[in-house]
């Protein structure tokens, strides 16, 4: 991975390109108004704030933007923040394309695709790979764009298609030592799990939650594609129903947002490849920043743990 | 409410006509089989134990059989308990049907239809309306016969309906004294909370969970009918959202069941009101049972409390 | 409801009278102290900060005083905040009293006292109506003025009668329904279930815990007071100890402060009818300042949601 | 203490006189009649089971009767129970009394009180002297022969007056050792914090809750009590109130049936006084039971665990 | 496996040799004593009941003997028990080795100690190795023997190292997909975490825990052990520690028994493995009980859930 | 005590000497960077800000300093907070050594040492005795010097060993009064159940946790010290595996950080005295600065209360 904001410590100085994931007025103790971005460029993200600002910065420095910084990265109560010496919008003459600045998967879309396609020509249950294939192919474009979620893990552009493949990997695995799991409907689980997301979020970039997946929320939306797509593909079997079941219950438990445990043992185990492949990316990152013999910054998601990074 | 089994006592004898709700063979510690039937009336249930059974026996009283009984109340673990001293089958001479001993609602099926054909008729929202006339008729048998649960409330047949009628009542008292409320969600939103019942549920007596109700569940069952009906009836408007998440939401909190708590105030609304019925039903049933100055039986559902009946 | 604070947004410019209901001063990062105001007008409140402030502001700007006041809405982390730009003291001049500016109920103490004297008019057991009446007497004059609360719902001037006048209107429609319910035992309960707050706050307007109300709480201080009237009106009957426990369970379950849960019908059926009072009033309150297809801010006593406010 | 029945083991042949604390009627899985017998002796109690009972049995072996008793124990699922093989009802002959037979405080009625008194006579401050010296007396007669409660500690006759002499004296120890803990409260938090269980429970053996109670509980009995006595010494200070608060919060948090948590230094010191002096009692009670490197049988109130004795 | 114990269905008669795991006595409801016996063979585990007992059969069939048994299989409450109609030692005439009848791991001791020591041997850091190897040496012959509990999963003979085994293939698999983590530390964790159960359990069948094992527990006797050994073999770096902090921590969370929750990212996937090795352990074991298109019993250990078995 | 800054209120102006025990650089809203100190003296600390500083202000006044300050008490969102007007570093014209400004407790380390070495002097038990002196003397240096804790209670330098000799003074009083009690076994508790605490934390002032601190806890280390001190001293019986047990549980639930509960009667009265001894320091501390008819500030430590200081 090429050196980007995540691999900068307090105190030294940056003058580079960013991405403005979003910008939020406030008002500073001093009654000045003042934004708080956040920067992204492949690597990660870093708060600033831009003080004393004028109505043409507020209008400028907007959500989506790319724009060039010169700055400081400074210890805030914990965290690294960027102070902001120098701030502009790229212009043509940068040859910056906001691409360049997105954070997004390590693999492309093209790699993914055939990957996750490659897994479903594997399934030998017709009715199992009729419907995964239907609905991967319904919201195929947006599957491959979106991210797994607005924070936490996998939060970048194509990072729903990521941790999907990740987890196809972790399925065959476990699938090769466990030979009575039914790896049909541990690839279509992982392949159907979360992808009520593109519903649920609003687009690959800056994404946030839709009424819809306020209200709804990706596991019902899911849920209720399965039942549909059983209907207009003419299947009558149980598959479907147990499918829609592994969407319902792949958050294990009731307080986790699943109306139902998982009751099937396909159900179980996909609970546990999710579980895994996000929490292990979680940490990855964190320890990504963290030197030897350091802890990490604290992980919200991982129950607010510091990790230990050994020296050996 | 006529005479029946809940009007007894401890030490009472009995001589009636009851129904087999459910037979389970066992083994007594003296190593011979014995049955335990759950015995009912119109008025209510009791547990029974026929001792030293024969093959015969165990093949005669079984499941939703009417059968004539002699025996006695006893008092077992602080719940009553019936010893019965003779039974048999009932025959042509006794002039009885299996309707005459099954508990069913206070109101007859056409009195609740009626009550609730009118709640529709009174919504002015045409979307509602429809989603909720077209549903209502689709599971309109079913409806009409099946019990709200398997216990603790409404278990009896047409249970479900009556709840809703109770329940459209409340609803209106509420929607009332507080005029901000839509009543059209209101009543559509009790109409249709429990609807999906009918299939997470085996029929209208002796019930038990189907295996579609035991890994979808109700809850997500009637959503993903409500999308269904918004899609055939061409609804295109957020009203379909919005009573998908009224079902959704009403047990008011993940734990019980609910992926999404209440976002828009009748869902919240709903969930008192759901409950509401509920537990003044539990509440009423264990009262009638006790003396004034006299604590009920514990009630499960109710905390394990018991209730104390005032001698005023 | 007249226009008022609630009704601005983002952005918008006020000059208008308002309310100090509370004043604090602290030290802003620049070393500089400044005044935290809350101010309200008969529609709602409004925090305002006033910066770098004399030892004349101090003195001036504090709490129970009325105020003309310039300035604009800003968003804070997510919520509404008034920056002021010109301050002053009413005089004489402005023809403008506090009680103007305080929100009250909107009935009148004259009929709230009205309605509130026709239900005990209309109890039939003696005892009970004559226990209810002596109480209701004895702190008619605070009970007429004092909000309900300190914050959260009802927290107006004379918010806890009106708490009360609502929900005796509920009691009876509830009770109507449900004919086993003793409609006098429930009446009293609303009647008594708060009065106590007469004592753990410091009064109408800006109120705060008392000592007592700290230490002993508004449940206890009622259970109280109902078992010394009982004594005083020699009435021996059980209705007093009935009475206590309705007041002593009204909150629901040991965890929210009733030593006891509730164990009479009535009882629970009390705590169904404070909830929904007090819930319906916090998301209208919190629905009126929201726009159709919007989320309202979150509400921290309905476990921090944000309620959506559909757009049909 | 003599040899009695907690001393005996599985196995043991017993032939002696206990007393009936409670009978119950049941029916056997063979369908005939049983009693349940809780039997006691001065050094603990045991479960007795007479099967085959006739109606004699039941008229004549029913709570509170003396009974001579021979039989064996036995283990029942972990716990031991004595297999009668002979019982009879207790005759002039037998020169046994009651009295004889019943649990009761290490300590006579006389010297407890001796000891109160003197606590009290050290008091400093007239009002907390004055109010606790007032309930003592007022409920003296029961307060000497109560036990503390129906199970689990100090369970039996003088049990109640037991517990406070033994929390005086751990009062004045920590009082010694801490000299900021004003004596005088804590002194009268101990006295008066379970004097309420003289109206929560029905007498001194054989005790059950009262409706009152149940219903109001002896926390809240007492409180009402001391506001009384005020009111009638025509004591207007702060002691009151504060007293009030210690026994309300004497159970130390809400899920335990305090309405208010301690928020007086000496209501802390109070909650670990109780709790030390019941739950020592409880592990003193099943270690007299084990032997050296066994474990006790499991203690319910403390977390169902079995305690170790050590071997040295 | 071949047909056992747990192939048999409700009213199937067994008639074949099975080995007594524990007897308990009791007393029947008719005052006659019996014996509670779990049996077992290869395949499984049942309880089976042995009414009206001699002194000679107490003596007789107590645990760790193998009999002759014929019966029938019985409903008890929802659960198989085995009616016993015959019962015999059995003699050298018999032909059979306790052997024959116990429960073991699928895998003989020199595979898994083969499997085992090849991950050894491939470890890169030699402190890790070394602490590994010198434990693995030190307790080798209880390691290869002991089950990995007492119930719920791998509670058989072997069952320990089998379990490790089982995580090692684990391990290498996730290892090889997630390349940040270090495989050394994974493995060592792997063959540590449970090594203590050879000092918390009481031996390789039938086993109770320890005076040790209940006092202490497996987890920090290991953790003492990895300290003891880093010393003697004069291991001074921080893979010492590291290696303590694995085993401390794997189960997760503090309220599971771990007084330090994972804080190294290996400490953290050792957990993982762990459980989903001993989940699958369970869940396949209940489902093979199991026919298509049925639930299995409840499993106590997966938070009480019967599993459905699909029907495709 | 002799006057400090605990006994300063809002409002009061100080000119005095004080030593900083930490000092964390930040950016203010006006982007310039300040310092917040924590100051303390003899008799406690408080936050502190400094505000525009310069790079010579940021190498000059840094944990570990004493220092000369002239500032005033302001209320900081209900906290004090000292602000700064001059501050210097101390000179040798001060005349003032660091020792005469850190916090440390009431007796000298000699008086503690001696009261302890009476305590292990008077034990009759020669395993204990010999394991606990073994320990203490290994550790002494340390143990006279650490505080008990980083922040909550008994923070201050030698306060491990003060909170030690409080609770022998307190395991005397209660071993007095409950004689089956064995005191030696409670006075090596005491005296071994924080002692881990010098290597989980760093040192005697302006503590922070280590790494072998918070990877494996003082529990933890301390259990590994008495196994191998056993080992060392050829101790075999079961002493040693007690001591360890009341290390291991003095956190009385796993939640709170110990693997086991107590298990041992001495082992649950260990944890009630270190818990009474810690909590009757925090509230004497947090009312020291309250005026009667006043609450303290909120401890955290005690589930956020404010505690009252009656007015007698």
Chains 1, 2, 3, 4, 5, 6 share one sequence.
Do not use: C
């Not at 010496?85 to 492309?108: C, E, K």
């Not at 594997?122 to 009715?127: G, H, K, S």
């Not at 298609?161 to 030979?179: C, E, F, Q, R, T």
């Not at 849920?223 to 593909?233: H, M, Q, R, W």
């Amino acid at each position: 991975m090429q050196k980007g904001i995540v691999h900068y410590g307090i105190g030294d100085s940056i003058d580079t390109y960013m991405y403005i994931k979003s910008s939020t007025k406030a008002v500073a103790s001093n009654g000045k108004p003042f934004l708080t971005l956040i920067l992204s460029d492949k690597t990660g993200e870093i708060e600033a704030k831009l003080w004393d600002v004028t109505e043409a910065d507020e209008r400028n420095y907007v959500g989506e933007k790319a724009v060039k910084i010169q700055g400081e990265i400074q210890n805030y109560r914990g965290r690294s923040q960027l102070k902001i010496r120098n701030i502009r919008l790229t212009t043509d003459l940068d040859s910056i394309s906001i691409s360049d600045l997105i954070q997004t998967a390590p693999l492309s879309q093209e790699e993914m695709l055939g990957s996750i396609t490659q897994f479903i020509f594997e399934m030998r249950n017709p009715n199992i790979q009729r419907i995964t294939r239907h609905l991967l192919k319904k919201y195929q474009a947006d599957f491959l764009t979106f991210p797994a979620a607005t924070k936490n893990h996998h939060e970048f552009m194509s990072g729903l298609a990521y941790h999907v493949v990740s987890m196809l990997d972790l399925a065959k695995a476990i699938g090769g030592l466990y030979p009575k799991l039914d790896k049909d409907l541990l690839y279509a689980g992982v392949i159907l799990h979360d992808l009520g997301k593109v519903m649920e979020l609003s687009g690959p970039v800056s994404t946030v939650y839709t009424v819809e997946g306020n209200l709804i929320g990706h596991i019902s939306i899911m849920v209720n594609e399965i039942g549909k797509t059983a209907d207009e593909l003419g299947i009558s079997g149980e598959e479907s129903m147990i499918l829609q079941h592994l969407v319902l219950s792949h958050h294990g438990k009731a307080e986790w947002g699943s109306p139902k445990p998982p009751l099937v043992r396909e159900a179980e185990v996909l609970h546990y490849i999710d579980n895994i492949d996000a929490k292990i990316n979680m940490m990855d990152r964190a320890l990504e920043k963290a030197k030897p013999g350091e802890f990490t910054e604290r992980v919200f998601a991982l129950e607010n743990r510091s990790f230990y990074k050994p020296q050996f």
